[in-house]
């Protein structure tokens, strides 16, 4: 019964270099969405997608920023020319389809990214 | 404008003392308002999801409660383990209603 996976659980990358973090959602679940959450702040939300599909992109700075959720494979969160901003622990969240009623998120370890 | 607020931001409580963490909200019409509970260096972990006011829902030592302008989690007799960062998120009727509006959170803390 494997929940939510991220990878790499810790990722280390100098300004200017891209980033990519990986999330497989739990298995049946076809939504997906990502959220930044800074030391001592709560969870922002960036992006909401379905399979190849991004539904809402509101929280995602337009600029370096990127994901995808492609029919076959992880959802990817991609930053590029990452800035010290970035710094911080990306989640990833899942759930089923929402039907008639809404479904609570599972989350995944998260993503801590360190930009030095 | 959708918020959501926690209080108090850190709670110490001896190991057995009973107490309760408020989420406060502000919503245009609440769908739905979730607890989560957060461990050092991991992702949240769903605890309660409550859906109208005056329903509760228990989970061991853990009771969640909702009114039309907040939501408790009452806790008691807590042990060491009960220690976490307790998250309070609401979700909203409308177009963007599978967005989540989170609380900064309580950080509990139960000394032996």
């Known amino acids: 019964n494997a929940g939510v996976m991220q990878n790499p659980r810790h990722l280390v990358r100098r300004r200017g270099q891209e980033a990519r973090l990986r999330c497989s959602p739990v298995k049946g679940h076809s939504h997906v969405y990502w959220y930044r959450q800074l030391p001592e702040e709560g969870l922002k939300f960036m992006v909401y997608?379905?399979?190849?599909?991004?539904?809402?992109e509101s929280g995602m700075p337009k600029e370096r920023f990127s994901a995808e959720f492609p029919k076959e494979g992880p959802s990817i969160l991609r930053i590029q020319q990452v800035v010290r901003g970035d710094s911080a622990a990306y989640f990833c969240?899942?759930?089923?389809?929402?039907?008639?009623?809404?479904?609570?998120?599972?989350f995944g370890p998260g993503t801590r990214l360190t930009v030095t | 404008e959708d918020q959501v607020t926690q209080s108090p931001e850190a709670l110490r409580l001896q190991e057995g003392e009973s107490s309760s963490l408020n989420c406060s909200y502000t919503v245009s019409g609440l769908r739905g308002l979730f607890w989560y509970r957060q461990d050092p260096g991991k992702g949240p972990e769903f605890l309660f999801t409550?859906?109208?006011?005056?329903e509760e829902k228990e989970k061991e030592r853990l009771k969640a409660t909702l009114t039309k302008k907040e939501s408790f989690l009452h806790i008691t007799a807590p042990k060491p383990e009960d220690s976490a960062t307790y998250l309070c998120a609401v979700q909203a009727w409308g177009d963007s209603n599978y967005q989540l509006i989170w609380g900064a959170g309580t950080k509990l803390i139960i000394k032996p």
């Open positions: 969240a899942s759930s089923p389809a929402l039907k008639a009623g809404f479904y609570e998120q599972y």
């Open positions: 997608l379905q399979k190849e599909n991004i539904i809402d």
């Open positions: 409550l859906y109208s006011a005056g």
